[in-house]
């Protein structure tokens, strides 16, 4: 297979993780007599120094003539602290997942058997642990209309749905359930929200098409509960822009440490793989970042093009390397390695056999 990837490493931390992903793809690529061609672009508090702007003309031109996007990280905390900044990193991200449609985004969630005991979670409960979170990407309340405060002391962001929005989303939700424990999770406020009263409605009419899987249905607040007393119930959660936004990052305790859960963000024509951990401007250029996210979105990246094969190849990898305890400081604090030895181990792994 002959594929160009788009690779946006962007800021802090980002650029070193997404090196060795790109390690372990030429490994793969070497493996298994693929091809794949990279392209880098700039995006994110990188590319406003460099070019004024978060998202440049020319690095959106890169993405959609690629056959997928490599993301690595945004984010800088001149920007964080500041609320009358003009141009913030975040806005190239939003701009990027909206100008190239990507509307789902599915952040696997799952309890490494080897190292169960890093969760601030009981073991018991998170053991077996395995689910996936369908996050709506390109609508809601990150894409309603805005009123910025203008010195009235009053400011507003509109949570705006329409049903093939929904639609959408729910369709690649129940499909990956039926390939999954068939049940899926509509995680909602539709005691309060219309939008989500709108989701429920759509959802359910859905489900008759899907009648091997089974629907649930959780208030958003009691599944920021739930995620945390009993993770095992959830197969395939299914929820909106913001709601997804906060219950994956909670989620993340479940596996310990967020340096270990990649994503997907899956649209029209173009797809996106980017791990869900920020750019850690503290640890920028000391190579003691986690890469396994980063790498295992590039698994997803495989996945993605069917290659089943390859992706189970670089999880293997990566479940061998935590076996071995050979893992940077949020895993390994004792003896702590580097992020391109974790990377490099990886592909001795995956070349060996
Ligand atoms: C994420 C991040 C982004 C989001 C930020 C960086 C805009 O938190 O991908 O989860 O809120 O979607
Ligand atoms: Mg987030």
């Not at 909670?250 to 951990?277: D, K, N, Q, R, Y």
Request: aromatic fraction near 8%.
């Amino acid at each position: 297979m002959n594929k160009k990837i788009a690779v946006l490493a962007g800021d802090g931390i980002g650029p070193e993780v997404t090196k060795e992903a790109r390690k372990v793809l030429d490994a793969i690529a070497k493996k298994y007599n693929h091809t794949f061609e990279y392209q880098e672009a700039d995006a994110g508090a990188i590319a406003i120094d460099r070019h004024g702007d978060p998202l440049p003309s020319s690095t959106l031109e890169i993405c959609k003539n690629t056959d997928a996007v490599l993301f690595g990280a945004i984010g800088d905390p001149k920007y964080d602290n500041d609320p009358e900044a003009k141009v913030r990193p975040e806005q190239g991200l939003l701009k990027l997942r909206k100008e190239l449609q990507l509307f789902a985004n599915l952040r696997p969630v799952m309890a490494f058997d080897s190292i169960l005991d890093l969760s601030p979670l009981r073991e018991n409960r998170i053991k077996g642990c395995d689910f996936i979170i369908y996050r709506e990407l390109t609508g809601g309340i990150y894409f309603g209309e805005k009123k910025e405060d203008d010195g009235s002391g009053k400011a507003s962001d509109l949570m705006y749905y329409e049903e093939e929005e929904i639609q959408r989303i729910a369709k690649l939700a129940f499909e990956a359930a039926q390939n999954r424990r068939k049940k899926i999770t509509l995680v909602d406020k539709a005691n309060v929200l219309a939008s989500s009263r709108l989701w429920r409605k759509v959802v359910q009419k859905l489900a008759s098409d899907y009648p091997d899987v089974t629907l649930d249905f959780l208030f958003v607040d009691n599944a920021a509960m739930q995620v945390i007393l009993n993770p095992s119930q959830f197969d395939v959660i299914l929820t909106s822009n913001m709601f997804g936004d906060i219950i994956s990052d909670e989620a993340s305790t479940i596996s310990g440490s967020l340096g270990l859960l990649p994503s997907a963000s899956i649209g029209v024509s173009s797809s996106m793989f980017e791990p869900i951990h920020g750019s850690y401007p503290q640890a920028k250029g000391q190579d003691i970042a986690n890469p396994m996210a980063a790498i295992l979105s590039a698994a997803m990246m495989l996945e993605h093009w069917n290659l089943f094969d390859e992706a189970n190849s670089i999880k293997e990898a990566v479940n061998t390397c935590l076996e071995n305890n050979y893992a940077t400081v949020d895993i390994n604090p004792g003896s702590a390695k580097k992020c391109s030895e974790v990377g490099d181990y990886i592909v001795h792994n995956i070349l060996k056999d």
